[in-house]
């Protein structure tokens, strides 16, 4: 099996879990590959399910079928094993890293609900005739029947992936006196061991894989989550919604403290007990191994990819699933930046190279010596509109003073504006001069001396002072840009 991580006791990764130990009570051998291991993968090991999170590790492996989750987590996989029939199952509308993908040895398609179904079939280009339909199954030996459920509801347990629901809840819950808590990422508390806390409530919010297991615990369920809200789960309701996995295709509509409170009158732990005991009856994690089983034999007799249509296949899955230069993967340029950010700062500044020529260009490379503040980065300038901006650079130990050629760029509004600009080096006047008499972008070169006493070796600061001095209040702020610096002993 692959998927994506095994960190979190959530959704896929509890899925995951199950199944794996599903399959191997029911006398299967089972792997399981992960991008990121953690607490379920730690208890897949536990109990004797072999889990792998680097491709190197599973050398030498033979396996039958692989059953895939996971763009990112399944191509690795499916590369190393090119002759190892597998089956994709969705578990996602929305997210990137749900997408279906078309590789050579993907011979069966699956879904967990029907809008999933449907997805799979779009992302890939097949019939939705040719996804089978997979739906989500409970662990009953875990997710056993608690006490009857008071009337009215005093205690609740609202499931919280997502945060747009809980004040709602909260304030419905209030005004009907029932003491709610909120587990989930949104509250960032977390729920080692559901199954020993369904049981004590009276009822239970929750959508997906959560609603169903607390169905099987015979509790009173309303799926909503913080994407909208399906409503209280009756036999009439179970039909049309364990199809949609009681996820988002089943949330038709927003929440709002009218709705929650209608649901709640239609309260009626006798009829959860009836939805619990089908749940229990047909949603079981036998019966849902011997589907997936079944599936994984119609894989290995489904007939073997033609080589030359193989190497097709997974040329055009690199081509579409690898970062390139385009809009939709700019972060991974962006991440980039970041990160070299984050080196220089650890490393901090090196020593002023004297007598170099240093441009503040597009290339960046000016940030290894000097780090501005106040000034921002346009078509390849470095220039502020701020009345205060400042530069600093490390210049070592000096045995005389500094000189220093700025070239720069002053932008004014108009003719009749003046402009004072003062330069300080660690606090110490250093100039003050006017400019005047122009209107747009006027190129300037100075040279000014920054005493030896002025100069920390460690860390020194050029602060740029600009005041309006003459003129009328501009419709455009006056700039001041800088082109490039040589600093000279």
């Known amino acids: 099996m692959t998927t994506l991580e095994l960190a979190t006791r959530r959704g896929v990764q509890n899925v995951t879990r199950d199944l794996a130990r599903g399959l ?36 030498g492996s033979k396996f039958d079928v692989i059953h895939t989750h996971h763009a990112a987590a399944c191509s690795p996989v499916l ?55 997979l739906l989500n199954g409970v662990d ?69 894989l959560s609603a169903i297991e607390a169905m099987a615990c015979l509790r009173p369920v309303i799926v909503c989550d913080g994407r909208g809200m399906a409503g209280m789960v009756d036999m009439a309701r179970y039909e049309a919604w364990r199809p949609k996995n009681f996820g988002v295709a089943a949330l038709n509509g927003p929440l709002s403290v009218e709705r929650v409170a209608v649901e709640l009158d239609r309260y009626d732990p006798t009829e959860a007990v009836r939805v619990g005991e089908r749940v229990r009856a047909e949603a079981g994690l036998a019966a849902w191994v011997d589907q997936c089983v079944a599936l994984y034999r119609e894989a290995i007799a489904a007939p073997k990819p033609v080589a030359n249509d193989a190497a097709r296949v997974w040329a055009e899955h690199l081509e579409y699933w690898t970062p390139r230069l385009a809009d939709e993967w ?25 007598q ?12 290894r010596f000097i780090e501005t503040i106040g000034f921002e980065r346009r078509h390849a300038t470095l220039w502020t509109s701020s009345p205060f901006a400042s530069l600093r650079f490390r210049p070592g130990v000096l045995n005389a003073p500094l000189n220093l050629d700025l070239e720069f760029a002053v932008h004014l509004p108009a003719a009749d504006f003046a402009m004072e600009m003062t330069l300080l080096a660690n606090g110490v006047h250093i100039e003050r001069w006017i400019e005047t008499g122009f209107s747009g972008w006027s190129e300037r070169v100075r040279t000014f001396e920054l005493p030896r006493e002025a100069c920390h070796p460690m860390a020194t600061w050029l602060s740029f002072q600009l005041k309006q001095t003459s003129g009328v209040p501009p419709a455009s702020a006056p700039g001041f840009c800088i082109r490039a610096t040589t600093f000279r002993a």
């Not at 072999?50 to 050398?59: D, G, N, P, Q, S």
């Not at 089956?87 to 809008?115: M, Q, T």
């Open 140 to 208: 009953t030996k875990r997710f056993r029947p608690g006490p009857p459920p008071q009337t009215p509801p005093r205690r609740a347990l609202a499931f919280a992936k997502n945060s747009e629901h809980v004040e709602l809840l909260r304030a419905v819950c209030a005004r009907r006196r029932i003491a709610v808590d909120f587990i989930g990422a949104a509250v960032e508390t977390q729920l080692n061991n559901p199954e020993e806390a369904l049981p004590g409530y009276d009822l239970i919010f929750a959508s997906a």
């Open 356 to 367: 170099n020529r240093i441009t503040f260009g597009d290339d960046r490379a000016s940030a």
């Open 24 to 59: 191997s009570e029911a006398g299967h051998n089972v792997c399981v590959y992960a991008r990121n291991g953690g607490v379920v993968a730690d208890d897949l090991r536990a109990q004797g399910v072999r889990v792998e999170t680097e491709i190197v590790r599973l050398a």
């Open 79 to 133: 590369a190393r094993f090119p002759e190892t029939p597998a089956v994709l199952v969705c578990h996602g509308d929305a997210s990137w890293f749900d997408a279906a993908v078309r590789l050579p040895n993907i011979v069966k398609y699956a879904a967990v609900s029907e809008s999933m179904a449907e997805r799979v079939a779009a992302d890939i280009g097949i019939a939705r005739a040719d996804v089978a339909l």
């Open 330 to 354: 700019a972060f991974a340029e962006e991440r980039q930046v970041l990160i070299n950010e984050v080196r220089r700062l650890r490393a901090g500044l090196d020593e002023l190279p004297l």
